[in-house]
Nanobody, 115 residues
Framework: QVQLVESGGGLVQAGGSLRLSCAAS????????VGWYRQAPGKQRELVAV???????NYADSVKDRFTISRDYAKNTLYLQMNSLKPEDSAVYYC?????????WGQGTQVTVSS
């Protein structure tokens, strides 16, 4: 089992920045995929950014050049640096980590961007 705890969400004005964190604990040795997803009211959960075990990163087109995903292996923590935030970035953000069998989700953290 892997436990994920997100933090760092909040209310920010358009153009501002936030950094989300996702602390992982438990049996994380088999994790080979980590990522951030988001879900806005009335919409499906969507991929924001991912890091594969090989270190490759991928971003949704809507956040490229504004968001950066990173991982601190020593702290077992995943980050999402979000810059130049837009009102359409408002959503609940979830971290996700996967091994070969299971997919684990955090509880989510709310990000609200005011115009």
């Amino acid at each position: 089992q892997v436990q994920l705890v997100e933090s760092g969400g909040g209310l920010v004005q358009a153009g501002g920045s936030l950094r989300l964190s996702c602390a992982a604990s438990g049996n994380i040795s088999g994790i080979n995929y980590v990522g951030w997803y988001r879900q806005a009211p009335g919409k499906q959960r969507e991929l924001v950014a991912v890091i594969t075990r090989g270190g490759s990163t991928n971003y949704a087109d809507s956040v490229k050049d504004r968001f950066t995903i990173s991982r601190d292996y020593a702290k077992n923590t995943l980050y999402l640096q979000m810059n130049s935030l837009k009102p359409e970035d408002s959503a609940v953000y979830y971290c996700n980590e996967q091994d070969t069998i299971w997919s684990y989700w955090g509880q989510g953290t709310q990000v609200t961007v005011s115009s």
